[in-house]
């Protein structure tokens, strides 16, 4: 069993940054591959970003060269670095535990809201 909870979000112009952070519970945080994901009300939920438990990265278009995942497997947490915050980026971003090899994703957080005005 795997718990995670995210903070860091809130309220920044476009052109900003934001942290956002994902600390999990457990020993076995280094066992489990980590996603980012993030929902509009009315919407589905969208992938964002992912990290294997080897650091290998992925990304959705749409963040792409703006937005950093990573981990610190000595601190139980993954990080979602955001920068160059567009309006549209604006939801509740949520991360989430898979296990390795495995596309879906077992355990997720209650996620953080991210706002970025115009």
């Known amino acids: 069993q795997v718990q995670l909870v995210e903070s860091g979000g809130g309220l920044v112009q476009a052109g900003g940054s934001l942290r956002l952070s994902c600390a999990a519970s457990?020993?076995?945080?280094?066992?489990?591959?980590m996603g980012w994901f993030r929902q509009v009300p009315g919407k589905e939920r969208e992938f964002v970003a992912d990290?294997?438990?080897?650091?290998?990265?992925s990304y959705a278009d749409s963040v792409k060269g703006r937005f950093t995942i990573s981990r610190d497997n000595a601190k139980n947490t993954a990080f979602l670095q955001m920068n160059s915050l567009k309006p549209e980026d604006t939801a509740v971003y949520y991360c989430?535990?898979?296990?390795?090899?495995?596309?879906?994703?077992?355990?997720w957080g209650q996620g953080t809201q991210v706002t970025v005005s115009s």
């Open positions: 989430a535990a898979r296990v390795p090899l495995r596309s879906s994703y077992d355990y």
């Open positions: 457990g020993r076995t945080f280094s066992r489990y591959a």
């Open positions: 990290i294997s438990t080897s650091g290998i990265t």
